[in-house]
């Protein structure tokens, strides 16, 4: 389906293709209606509670009905208690802390520039996506409210009014999503992918009858558009064991690789033999049993298609499908016998309040610095022209941080586009054609549950689109939500449009401009980095210490599922980038997306690997085995780490790597039946993650 947006980019007039671009983007899907709906609810409840009670600054709690409710109900109801813990402690530090700073200038101004660094290392490394957001945003708002000439008591005051605005927001959201938990229940990961795999399924099933349902190959397309970038948005940010959120990660990536490759199939013309539709017909029954097992919580058991059953040329991605659905099981198999219950639907939620590799990945202090410059420039050019107005630019750059990980440059056209109409056209449109005419509430909710409404719906289109949503929404809520009441002067609304626009204009400088790089450079780049944290995986642990190794290993795992995340975000910005490199950008971009499934499903026999070099209970091996073992695991990280250096251009001789793989044979062989007896269940696992470890690297080392 990239391909073919790709080729209708390419060819079509500019209007054409723009039309066509807002038709696929807009379209609705399963879903979607639902998500907007609450999305709006709970955005005009706060504001309904704002306006009633006169709390000012509205606009924190509506921005946090949007951003929380887009994600995952269950992450969305387990941190309550957690932001509202966050929520005091940031209030508690501006008020503690500003009272020790605010009678010397130039303290307070170090302060400031302190505070918004904090702000943006909370936000890359606290683990709650929730209590970070609450936290920075407390912070970004807060802060400058304390650089007004006016009475300590009136700065308390707003302080304590901005806390209460978050409380609002982050209380409305949860009951809304409490509601709607109880009256439509589902897991927000297992129900997307089972619709994937439903529409693929009714797809292959259509070829196998030789006939095409239109209706069902625009649903597939419309799933490949939409990508699953919301899914792992919501993996991401939700509080799972670091186990299941790699094992669902992986999974996301398969089955997105899956409707890409049947998006693109219903572009072909093809002369589909019996011997074809057979296979059709046996790999649409393959996806309705993973389909069924998925939905009732099972790991699907291992699948195994016939060599015989070769595929037409006509039809080479029907070989890749089957790669692809072959790759679901070993993807989860890891979690069978780990002293971790990882049955789906059933894991452990992490309880730490940092990400495992908070303290080690300096992409963190990279994005705290980014962010912070930009926001502090926003700080000193207002203070430098005494406009305080536009100090809304501050907020704005934290805002815009919470979808600036990954981001490039198309995203920041988004913004500024949601900016000018949210902002001039909505926001100030409305201040002088349309509220002047309503006299009570009633009117104003009418406005606002339409504009809310309609960005919400940009908001769940793919990363193409919604970031114009979000900035949209951000624009109108800081000209009419700011306090508990209509202005009558557009000079206000003026201000914070402006204010927006140098905050924008401030993160795109840093983030695009300073230390931004093409899309295409930071995928390969990413891809590269994953490639050698494996090899480090493969010789883990390094540390006698359990608890050592754990935490290494917990913070590797992080990393290597950032990266996947990563890449994938990188690979979809590709497509909208331009220039003379822009053909073997797209030629990379096709073999990464490729690649990096069988890279998943590596990681995760990886993951279950370790238990048994680091010997848990239930996972011990005999010292033969284990040395056998080390031996094939250094070839295997050299040989990774091969991949990697040829990837940047390094030419080098490949690795043996099966004849590690046959010594280990070798060792299993030499024990005398009564040992081989003991050690089968385990000895068992332990060569068929190996073995798949073999068959995936070589692949991988042969196809790079």
């Not at 140098?502 to 790089?517: P, S, Y």
């Amino acid at each position: 389906m990239a391909a073919s947006a790709h080729s209708l980019h390419e060819t079509s007039p500019p209007l054409i293709w723009f039309r066509e671009f807002l038709r696929e983007e807009l379209a609705p899907y399963p879903g979607r209606t639902a998500t907007v709906v609450r999305m709006t609810i709970a955005a005009t409840l706060v504001m309904l509670v704002c306006m009633t009670f006169r709390i000012p600054f509205g606009f924190v709690g509506a921005t946090f009905a949007l951003l929380i409710t887009r994600e995952s109900r269950r992450a969305t109801l387990q941190s309550a208690a957690t932001v509202l813990l966050i929520t005091g402690i940031g209030a508690a530090y501006i008020l503690i802390s500003a009272w020790l700073v605010i009678s010397f200038p130039s303290l307070h101004f170090l302060w400031i520039i302190c505070s918004l660094f904090l702000a943006f290392v909370g936000l890359s490394t606290v683990a709650n996506y929730g209590a970070a957001s609450v936290f920075a945003i407390l912070i970004s708002a807060g802060v400058p409210l304390w650089d007004r000439h006016v009475s300590a008591e009136t700065n308390v005051e707003d302080t304590l009014w901005l806390t209460l605005a978050a409380l609002v927001g982050i209380a409305v959201t949860a009951a809304v999503e409490l509601a709607f938990a109880r009256m439509r229940p589902g897991d927000d990961l297992i129900l997307p992918i089972a619709e994937r795999l439903a529409a693929v399924q009714d797809l292959l099933a259509c070829y196998a009858n030789d006939h095409l349902d239109h209706e069902i190959g625009k649903k597939v397309i419309s799933l490949g558009v939409l990508g699953t970038s919301t899914m792992r948005r919501i993996l991401r940010r939700s509080d799972y064991s670091p186990e299941y959120e790699a094992q669902m990660g992986g999974l996301i990536d398969i089955v997105g690789r899956l409707v890409d490759i049947a998006a693109a199939l219903t572009q072909l013309s093809c002369d589909r033999s019996p011997a074809n539709r057979k296979q059709f017909r046996k790999l649409a029954a393959t996806l309705a049993t993973i389909r069924a097992d998925l939905v009732n919580r099972q790991i699907p058991r291992s699948i195994h298609f016939s060599p015989d059953d070769e595929p037409s040329p006509d039809i080479p991605m029907l070989w890749e499908m089957e790669k692809m659905v072959s790759l679901v099981p070993q993807t989860l198999e890891g979690s069978r016998g780990m002293d971790v219950d990882l049955t789906l639907g059933e894991e452990t939620p992490r309880s730490k309040l940092l990400s495992p590799d908070a303290l080690v990945d300096p992409e963190h202090l990279k994005f705290a610095l980014k962010g912070c410059l930009a926001a502090s420039a926003c700080y000193i050019i207002y203070s430098c022209i005494d406009w305080s107005g536009i100090s809304s630019a501050v907020t704005t750059c934290l805002l815009t941080a919470l979808s600036t990980i990954g981001a490039s440059r198309q995203k920041q056209f988004l913004r500024f586009a949601g900016a000018i109409v949210g902002g001039f056209l909505i926001g100030m449109g409305s201040q002088v054609f349309i509220l002047p005419h309503f006299d009570s509430i009633a009117g104003f909710t009418v406005l606002f549950i339409i504009v809310t409404a309609l960005a919400s719906w940009f908001m769940t289109s793919t990363p193409r689109l919604s970031y114009f949503g979000l900035q949209a929404a951000l624009a109108f809520y800081l000209i009419n939500l700011q306090e508990f009441s209509i202005h009558t002067s557009l000079s206000v609304a003026r201000d914070r449009v402006v204010g927006v626009l140098l905050g924008l204009l401030m993160m795109w400088l840093v983030f695009d401009q300073l230390w931004g790089a093409p899309a295409a450079v930071e995928m390969k780049r990413a891809f590269i980095s994953n490639l050698r944290l494996l090899a480090r995986l493969a010789r883990e642990p390094l540390s006698k210490d359990l608890k050592v190794a754990t935490e290494s290993g917990y913070a590797l795992r992080d990393g290597i599922s950032k990266n996947f995340d990563g890449v994938r975000a990188f690979a979809d910005a590709v497509l909208f980038e331009f220039g003379s490199s822009r053909q073997q950008d797209l030629a990379w971009r096709t073999q990464i997306v490729r690649w990096q499934s069988q890279l998943r499903a590596i990681f995760m026999i990886r993951v279950a690997l370790w238990k048994y070099r680091a010997r848990l209970p239930g996972f011990e091996l005999p010292e033969a085995v284990l040395s056998a073992q080390k031996t094939f695991d250094d070839q295997s990280a050299e040989m990774l780490n091969r991949m990697a250096d040829r990837m940047e251009g390094k030419p080098l001789m490949p690795v043996e790597l099966e004849a590690s793989f046959e010594h280990q044979e070798q060792v299993r062989r030499s024990w005398g039946a009564g040992e081989r007896e003991v050690l089968a269940p385990q000895l068992e696992a332990f060569l068929i993650l190996s073995r798949r470890i073999n068959s995936l690297e070589i692949w991988l080392n042969q196809a790079t």
